[in-house]
């Protein structure tokens, strides 16, 4: 099943999609146009399909969200192991003593 | 930001290496440990950030904040580290690879084998939630470390696809084959140990 096709390319994508290519048309779409072709695949799976329609929704709302992930580490108090421990803390203070 | 002025408690001006550490050196750390799996890593890419930016503050025209400066540092050593994990792995056999994991969330026919359930994340409380983003951590550390390095570039520094091809020597197939698998994995990880909690 595996198929390494050209992503690049518009592919004669079918009438009738399979969930596996129309989450493939769901990836692409996000880095570049899809031909009519592809779209009006993707669109008819779809309308028919409630599954993909919130697979779709998802990944769209979850990427608007990781883009906006700076916030969250600027405005959220970090957890103990995303903390500098002492001891690297004091050996970059005497790095830097060393090198002003 | 503003040098503090001298007082009388401190009768030697404050040097870089006092104030920046504690100033920024949680929050780079932090941001690296979003994007490498590695703590000792994380520690040394900060460090040489901050001795980069010593050596560099000449230069630092003063129009971006100090802390966006450093990042903007700390960015460029870890794509380097990317770079080089990328040149160390045959690109060949990347995109068979990430298609045939592809292909294990899905029957012969293309249904997948778990479906989608039905949860739409809200961005306001994902993003005042702490524990969304560790448990994103842990669903990217499942990633290869090559695959998680394409989605950082792409979705948590929203970097143009042309840009992330040239940096890692890749075709843009091979990087598109590698988001989507990504997206399907950190979907169904996150589904699994989030939103399926808090339904």
New interface residues.
Partial sequence: ????????EPTRAPLV?????A??LV??S??RRLSLREWFSMRAHLLMC???T??G???K??????????????N????V????DDK??Q???D???H?? | MSVPAPDNNYPLRLSPADTWVDQHGDYLFRYAMMRLRDRELAENLVQETLLAALKGRGSFGGRSSERTWMVGILKHKIIDHYRKDFRERPVTDLQTVEEQTVDQFYDAVGNPRQYPRDWMPDPQAVLNAKEFWTILRGCMEKLPKTTSAAFAMRELDAMETPLICKELGISPTNLWVMLHRARLQLRACLEKNWFGEKK
């Fill in positions: 099943m595996t198929t390494t096709a050209n992503w690049e999609t399979s969930c596996k290519q989450a493939r990836s692409i996000f880095e409630k599954t993909c919130f697979y929704r998802q990944i709302a979850l990427c608007a969200i990781f883009a906006r992930h700076e916030e969250v580490l600027a959220t108090p970090a957890s192991d995303e903390k500098l690297v803390r050996r970059i203070k790095a830097m003593g090198c002003a």
